[in-house]
């Protein structure tokens, strides 16, 4: 367990085994992206109140999901980063974040046009949403935060204490908003939820959840690879990579 | 030779990845003081910074008292004295002592009145520190040496505006520290006129080459 | 040369900041007379009439407030750092959790304690109902303290920066939001005549959630802030 551990923290490892894996991943997550996509906005039963406007479900409903989990994974590397010194961790937070927060701006954007033809606005102050855009603004203060530093190695300190201490209140700002929303419940249609959604709806939708989260670490691992190899520049086995596979 | 204090072994420091200096191996022991040379900017304010603990950023090993060197044991035992003084210029002398011996955690009131004579600044004990010169400045900050009963005094261009008289003092100070049992650690560009066995020792660049600790 | 217990460590803390704040009165002043002035623009750009003004009193003194602690937290380390006071706390035998808890609670003192004591002042220029004002001050008592502790780690985590202002407050005002929901409707329930004591119970399990963990996150982030 500790050698696996130890090994993980090389990038030179890292980056053969994650060449290994790249392949499939991508293959497995485009495959569950195209067959959720194709059973939610093609096979699945229209709602009988919104018609076929719910379908953006299938998007917004994974992206806001995954940035989530996006969230939860930078703020897990951070801790991990922060308590072991590991530097592939440290690779895997700062590649996560730019991720995540675009997945948060597409469930903003998402949940925007979904909006619309539900409540007849652009912009609906609804529980879940509002939650999405406060994760949003978690996720730019991280960046922002990891900008502003010109040492790299401060910065990604930096970075790991800010999204622990998000991810401690992240559960709080969710409760808090719910219950806000609660409070000041205005008179439209409710959200229809993932929970009283009917199972013939609801399971290209778990597809399409899963495929999002596969292509999310597709995604990462691309994106840690290319870090990587812009890091470990100067050192032989880059080196030798780049002159010719040996 | 006495009982050894601080140990360095092949310890250098790193910016960005590369290595500052050539690594240095040194050994301070009880009664000596020792002064870092070198060229401006070759690390040794840097240095300075990862034995007293506020860098984490090198590579080698660091000892005390023959032992790995245990930071929150560490910090009892020594005194650093950086570039900037830590006064707050709003409170006086005596309230920025106070405050410097409650960080230490202890109550050094009674001191108070002995190490400002010390330096230099009896009557002085009351004035904001804004109102008193730079040199005065440092000397308070330097009265910090006479709070407390630290081995190790690590202190970063501790001559910075001090005027020749209280170059002459600083230097008879250190004398009695090491005559004491202590030990010193400096840096400055002043040629120092101890008759102890004073330690040089020079720091060199480093050869602009690059390590990966897992290359 | 007497060793100090704990509470004395604590207590010789708190006190050098208090002095410092004393001597230099802005500290002090500043945002209080912040919190007075933008909460003078709300009534001239919504207008004057108590009716319009009232039900919204509840919510623009909440924002207000926050407002004036996030600017004021910028300060809670920052002289310590440019005067190399920060480096002797770093130093120091005594724990940086204790040093960072002493601080947050001299910043508090300083601005969130005048605050809550002010507001009422404010409030009443503001329209809102007496009644509400008992809640006002209580909410602001409780839930400034826990803008305190957020605030600094933002200001420890900002402090080696030189543009720290504007980042701090993009790192903070999310991790604000939470104590805003919570201080608010504690106000607009008592203004309503409704029961408040339960907003108030959830401001203080955030006080007691943020005093033990927030330092932590502050000792953290000032070590790396001094080492860069």
Do not use: I
């Given at each position: 367990m500790w050698s696996f551990f130890h090994k993980l923290g090389s990038p030179r490892w890292f980056y053969r085994i994650s060449g290994q894996w790249l392949p499939w991943l991508m293959v497995i997550s485009l495959a569950l992206l195209a067959w959720g996509a194709i059973w939610g906005l093609l096979f699945a039963p229209p709602d009988f109140r919104q018609g076929n406007s719910y379908r953006i479900v299938y998007i917004h409903v994974p992206t806001s999901m995954v940035a989530m989990g996006g969230y939860v994974t930078m703020a897990v590397a951070g801790a991990i980063f922060l308590i072991w010194r590991m530097k592939l961790a440290e690779v895997a937070m700062r590649c996560a974040a730019p991720i995540g927060a675009a997945l948060t701006f597409l469930a903003l954007?998402?949940?925007?046009?979904?909006?619309k033809p539900t409540w007849g606005a652009w912009w609906v102050w609804d529980a879940r949403i509002t939650s999405v855009l406060v994760l949003f603004f978690l996720y730019v203060g991280v960046i922002a935060l990891y900008e502003s530093?010109?040492?790299?190695?401060?910065a990604a300190k930096a970075c790991a204490v800010l999204s622990l201490v998000g991810l401690v209140n992240i559960p709080i700002i969710y409760w808090s908003v719910e219950w806000w929303y609660s409070l000041h419940q205005p008179a439209t249609i409710k959200f229809t939820s993932e929970s009283t959604m009917h199972s013939s709806m609801l399971r290209p939708l778990l597809i399409s959840i899963i495929g999002l989260y596969c292509f999310f670490a597709t995604v990462l691992l691309i994106h840690m690879r290319s870090e990587i190899l812009q890091r470990e520049r100067t050192t032989k086995w880059v080196r030798e990579l780049a002159t010719g596979e040996k | 030779m006495s009982q050894p204090l601080l140990e360095l072994r092949d310890v250098t420091c790193e910016r960005d990845g590369y290595p500052l200096f050539e690594p240095v191996s040194l050994t301070l022991s009880a009664g000596s003081v020792m002064q870092l040379e070198g060229p401006n900017g070759v690390g040794k304010t840097s240095l300075l910074r990862v034995l007293c603990g506020?860098?984490?950023?090198?590579?080698?090993?660091?000892?005390?008292?023959?032992?790995?060197?245990?930071?929150?044991?560490?910090?009892t035992e020594v005194i650093?004295?950086?570039h900037a003084t830590g006064l707050k210029l709003t409170l006086s002398p005596r309230e920025n002592l106070r405050w410097w011996g409650v960080l230490r955690g202890f109550d050094c009131t009674a001191e108070i009145d002995g190490a400002l004579r010390q330096v230099g600044l009896l009557g002085y004990e009351d004035v904001p520190c804004y109102q008193l010169s730079a040199g005065q400045q440092r000397r308070v900050a330097l009265a910090r040496l006479f709070t407390s009963t630290a081995p190790l005094w690590i202190l970063d261009e501790p001559f910075t505006a001090i005027d020749r008289e209280g170059v002459a003092?600083?230097?008879e100070w250190l004398l009695a520290h090491a005559e004491a049992g202590g030990a010193v650690l400096l840096t400055t560009h002043q040629p120092l006129t101890l008759p102890v066995p004073l330690q040089q020792v020079g720091l060199r660049p480093a050869q602009g080459e690059e390590y990966s600790d897992n290359a | 040369m007497r060793e100090l217990s704990l509470s004395g460590v604590l207590a010789g803390l708190v006190r050098r900041d208090l002095q410092v704040a004393i001597r230099s009165r802005a500290a002090l002043?500043?945002?209080?007379?912040?919190?007075?002035m933008v909460g003078t623009l709300f009534p001239l750009g919504i207008g004057p009439e108590a009716a319009r003004l009232g039900p919204l009193a509840p919510g623009i003194l909440w924002v207000v407030a926050l407002l004036a602690t996030l600017l004021a937290s910028e300060s809670i380390f920052r002289t310590d750092y440019d005067d190399g006071s920060l480096e002797q706390m770093l130093l120091s035998p005594v724990s940086l959790y204790l040093l960072a808890l002493a601080k947050t609670f001299a910043h508090w003192l300083i601005s969130g304690l005048p605050l809550a004591l002010m507001s009422p002042l404010l409030a009443m220029m503001l329209q809102l109902p007496a009644a509400a004002m008992p809640a006002l001050a209580l909410s602001l008592l409780l839930g400034t303290a826990v803008l305190s502790q957020i605030g600094a780690i933002g200001a420890a985590l900002t402090v080696g920066l030189r543009r720290g202002g504007l980042l701090l407050s993009l790192i903070v005002l999310p991790l604000y939001m939470p104590v805003l929901i919570f201080g608010a409707s504690a106000v607009k329930a008592a203004a309503e005549g409704l029961p408040f004591s339960g907003q108030l119970a959830v401001l203080g399990a955030m006080l007691a959630l943020a005093v033990p963990l927030a330092p932590l996150a502050v000792?953290?982030?000032l070590r790396l802030s001094v080492d860069q």
């Open positions: 954007v998402t949940g925007s046009l979904w909006g530093f010109e040492n790299k190695q401060a | 506020l860098s984490s950023r090198y590579q080698g090993e660091l000892r005390w008292r023959g032992q790995p060197l245990d930071r929150a044991a560490f910090a650093f004295l950086g003092q600083l230097e | 002043a500043n945002p209080l007379l912040f919190f007075l000792a953290a982030a």
